[in-house]
């Protein structure tokens, strides 16, 4: 047994570090030296695997044994296992929750296999702080591609065919952008990359820099060559140190392989990245705002009408911004092609989405679908349905610009329009499951309260707008409401809705005209009868207990 | 001694404009707080009004002018967190520790605020006990981490 038989991959994401990770991992290799079996187990840490709610997660490899909900106390059992005549650890597995059956394999676990992870291929399989890792898959392929098999121009064409729309919400055309910002006058561009992913209720950006770093470098560099910058920006909210740490780690194994800083291998192209803390403040994920907040401003918005920030940016500049997700598909489609991007997907919205599903459902975690499934493949076969024999009420896409959506369109494809004309979005990817004994009245107060504590305060219909719009909820939520409540909730969305001077204004009724028009039944009952049907407004459920 | 971390801390930026945020940062990290004399120090390193420092200051929600507790406690209240219950964990840890969102008790032991969403959500809810994640909170886990002190309860409700 000289040569390594097994890897064990012990996840190291946000997630499982809260449920004791670095832990067992330490303890791990201490057990595994004790047993002199260093030799032949390899043990490696590793980002996200995506399935957060049965973390910590142990993986061991090549049988692709899933170990769940792992304990510092089955520490020493799993490296006995690896003994000779050890088997794997039946208790650890996964069971199904309703046969009971214990299934060994990841493959094998609905959670996993109605999943296409393409662009979350390394996350939980790499260990994101050892550049080698990365390499050891194909990593810096492409771009090395891009800088020695392709102009600019047709890496540009390779992105614009492939269909390929941004990930951070709008859905406009990556390679649109791309080409815009190639055009546009000025030898100093710029690129950054947005990780400030403000969505309450999302984590897909931050598991994506967390467990798989080089993959977003590699997506920056390759566009700073298409569009002809020099310097690249990561800007990532400061609530996410272990996404900062690993982002430095990549960035300076990076620049010491030679794919970034001078002359990248050898090819004469110079770039280099700089990490921005962002400091909390939701509007900062809006372009012109977030170049502001670099420049060390208060993050507002600008007015329109106002030149494109791929055309007039950072420091006036032309500059590229796009979300992490966004640039992590990039080097995939260099290696890969277009045409196999193309394929992918829907007629108009190709490649995969990545949601991270929470609330009420059995399996939460991160997940990546093709676009175009319906939600109850999502929900129901992925997620594993609703917990406590409860009954599925709603699900909230968008995050504060989205909305909530009904049983009825449970079988509605996802994709970015049919989302938006269904009256939500696919924002960032938070994808947060409502069942019965959540309130859409509670719900759209509580967007409300998020949009009026985040509102920049530079435009009035976003800032006292948004205020009496949650003054309104708060009262129906409080037994307050009166009948024309309903009226006056529809006619501040519009004014809002048109009047606001940037996006964060005018997706903040969202969240409030899908529930009524959804949902208009427990608002008639709120304001009518004083009751709340799912029975969360409190000063409505006191006398009925 | 604070005198001297400051000038260390100004020292390894060179000024520039764009060195604002970073530096309110690091003085932060450092003083768990933006001290007033910090940050008219910053104002006159990077040349602007001390007014603009304050304006940027007060905007982000990171930066602070009051000293945090020894044990700071972040409660979410994203989505995810608020859907499973966040809104009854916050009340629990107000009536644990005594101290409303925002506040600090008195002597610096704890302090209370929220945030919108820790990065956690399939964990929800979740709240932060200085730099460590506590997931699938219940009200007993919170009794767990915040035992009552022996002069009772107080209820803040
Ligand atoms: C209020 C507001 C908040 C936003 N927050 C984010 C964010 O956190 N992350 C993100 O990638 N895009 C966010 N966006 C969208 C960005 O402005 C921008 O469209 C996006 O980063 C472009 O990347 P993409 O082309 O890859 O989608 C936000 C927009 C608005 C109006
Ligand atoms: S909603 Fe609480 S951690 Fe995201």
């Known amino acids: ?545 | 001694m604070k005198e001297e971390l400051l000038r260390r801390i100004l020292s390894s930026y060179k000024g520039r404009k764009r060195d604002l945020i970073p530096i309110l940062q690091a003085v932060q990290a450092n003083f768990g707080r933006l001290p007033e004399e910090a940050m008219l120090r910053i104002a006159r390193f990077i040349g602007i009004p001390e007014s603009e420092v304050y304006s940027v200051a007060s905007f982000y929600t990171q930066f602070r002018l009051t000293p945090l507790g020894r044990k700071h406690v972040t409660a979410c209240r994203g989505t995810a967190c608020h859907i499973r219950g966040a809104p009854h964990i916050l009340r629990e840890i107000e009536k644990a520790i005594g101290i409303k969102e925002g506040e600090v008790t008195s002597d610096l032991e704890y302090s209370l605020e929220t945030v919108a969403c820790i990065g956690c959500c399939a964990l929800a809810p979740c709240i932060r006990l200085n730099r460590d994640v506590y997931g699938e909170m219940t009200p007993e886990k919170v009794k767990e981490l915040f035992p009552a002190s022996d002069e009772g309860e107080q209820d803040v409700q």
């Not at chain 1, 009026?452 to 219909?461: A, F, K």
């Open chain 1, 1 to 545: 047994m000289s040569n390594r038989r097994c890897t064990i991959l012990v996840c190291q994401g946000t997630g499982c570090i809260s449920g004791g990770a670095e832990q067992i991992f330490s303890s791990l290799e201490e057990e595994m030296a004790r047993l002199n079996l260093e030799e032949s187990v390899q043990i490696k840490r590793t980002g996200c695997h995506g399935f957060c709610q049965r973390g910590p997660l142990v993986i061991i490899e090549p049988e692709s044994i899933f170990y769940s909900k792992v304990k510092l106390d089955d520490v020493p059992d799993i490296a006995q296992s690896f003994l000779p005549g050890g088997k794997p650890l039946e208790h650890l597995f996964y069971h199904d929750p309703v046969t009971g059956e214990p299934i060994p394999h990841y493959g094998d676990i609905p959670f996993y296999n109605k999943q296409e992870r393409i662009v979350l291929r390394n996350c939980g399989h790499i260990d994101p702080e050892d550049i080698g890792d990365f390499l050891a898959l194909g990593g810096y392929e492409a771009l090395r591609k891009a800088l020695f098999d392709k102009t600019p121009e047709q890496v540009i064409e390779e992105v614009k065919r492939s269909g390929l729309r941004g990930l951070g919400g709008a859905g406009f055309p990556t390679g649109r952008k791309w080409e815009a910002c190639r055009m546009a006058p000025g030898e100093e561009k710029y690129v950054i990359c947005n990780g400030d992913e403000g969505d309450p209720g999302a984590f897909q950006d931050r598991s994506t820099m967390e467990g798989d770093p080089h993959s977003v470098l590699e997506g920056m560099i390759i566009a700073g060559y298409a569009i002809g910058a020099k310097k690249g920006f990561i800007y990532v909210r400061a609530e996410y140190p272990l996404a900062v740490k690993r982002l430095k780690i990549a960035i300076a194994q990076a620049r010491e392989e030679g794919f970034l800083g001078k002359d990248i291998l050898g090819s004469g192209f110079d770039f280099d990245i700089e990490i921005f803390q962002g400091a909390g403040a939701f509007v900062c994920g809006e372009s012109t705002a977030l170049v502001l907040s670099i420049q060390g401003k208060r993050g507002m918005p600008k007015p329109l009408p106002r030149p494109r920030t791929a055309e007039m940016g950072l420091w006036d500049k032309p500059t590229l911004l796009n979300n992490v997700k966004t640039f992590a598909n990039i080097p995939l489609i260099i290696n890969r092609g277009w045409e196999w991007f193309a394929s992918r997907g829907t007629e108009k919205s190709k490649g995969t989405a990545i949601f991270s599903l929470t609330g009420k459902v059995a399996n939460c975690g991160l997940i990546e679908v093709p676009m175009g499934v319906t939600l109850r493949e999502i929900i129901y076969d992925i997620g594993g349905g609703i917990p406590g024999e409860k009954a599925f009420k709603a699900v909230q896409t968008g995050g504060p610009s989205g909305g909530c959506l009904p049983a009825s369109f449970l079988d509605m494809p996802v994709d970015f329009d049919s989302l938006v004309t269904a009256g939500s979005m696919m924002g960032s990817g938070g994808m947060v499951v409502m069942d019965e004994d959540t309130c859409m009245v509670d719900v759209a107060r509580y967007f409300l309260d998020f949009t009026r504590r985040e509102s920049c305060g530079q435009c009035i219909p976003c800032r006292l707008g948004t205020e009496q719009m949650f003054e309104v909820l708060d009262d129906i939520t409080k037994g307050r409401g009166r009948p024309e409540d309903i009226d006056l909730l529809l006619e501040l969305s519009d004014a809002i809705a048109h009047g606001s001077l940037c996006a964060l204004g005018k997706t903040a009724p969202n969240p409030v005209l899908t529930t009524i028009r959804y949902f208009r039944d427990e608002y008639e009952a709120h304001i009518d009868e004083k009751r709340c049907p799912a029975g969360v407004c409190r000063e409505l459920t006191k006398e009925k207990s």
